[in-house]
């Protein structure tokens, strides 16, 4: 590196910061929204506005404005998608019916294995149990 390329990358060094910017621009933020309002995934709106996502995730810790501008897009995204599947189901979509069928039968049996697993997790925990009454209870949850 000649004198003039390391006097330059001084002045930029003093003047500048070098490496990735700490938080996140009013323009990263009108990129990320925009992406967001399509229904863009949080990963390819990050990379679509050139946000890396471990930063997106540090200003949501760190700044409550910006994250109740994403919670309030995401709030948006999910009430415009539930007015379109309630909708389908008013017009009688048999493919949308199966859909949400489906989605509420995982969803009580995801509760259930929940319920069964936190059982499971406090007899583990509490020592107290008889070896008969942990046996009773684990049979009950193992027979799915």
């Not at 006097?7 to 933020?29: A, H, V, W, Y």
């Not at 990129?31 to 229904?39: D, P, T, V």
């Not at 995204?77 to 009688?92: D, E, F, P």
Request: aromatic letters at 8%.
């Amino acid at each position: 590196m000649d004198t003039d390329q390391a006097n330059t990358f001084m002045q930029l060094k003093q003047t500048n910061s070098i490496g990735r910017p700490r938080t996140i621009t009013e323009g990263d933020m009108y990129e990320l929204m925009r992406y967001l309002k399509k229904g863009y995934t949080v990963s390819l709106a990050c990379v679509k506005s050139g946000v890396p996502r471990s930063l997106f995730y540090a200003e949501m810790k760190r700044n409550e404005e910006f994250q109740d501008k994403i919670t309030a897009v995401r709030d948006e995204m999910t009430s415009r998608a539930t007015g379109i599947i309630y909708n389908s189901l008013r017009r009688g979509d048999e493919d949308t019916a199966r859909w949400w069928l489906d989605r509420q039968d995982r969803r009580e049996r995801n509760a259930q294995r929940a319920k069964e697993f936190r059982l499971v997790k406090k007899l583990t925990v509490t020592k107290t149990k008889t070896y008969q009454e942990t046996e009773a209870v684990e049979l009950e949850v193992d027979t799915r």
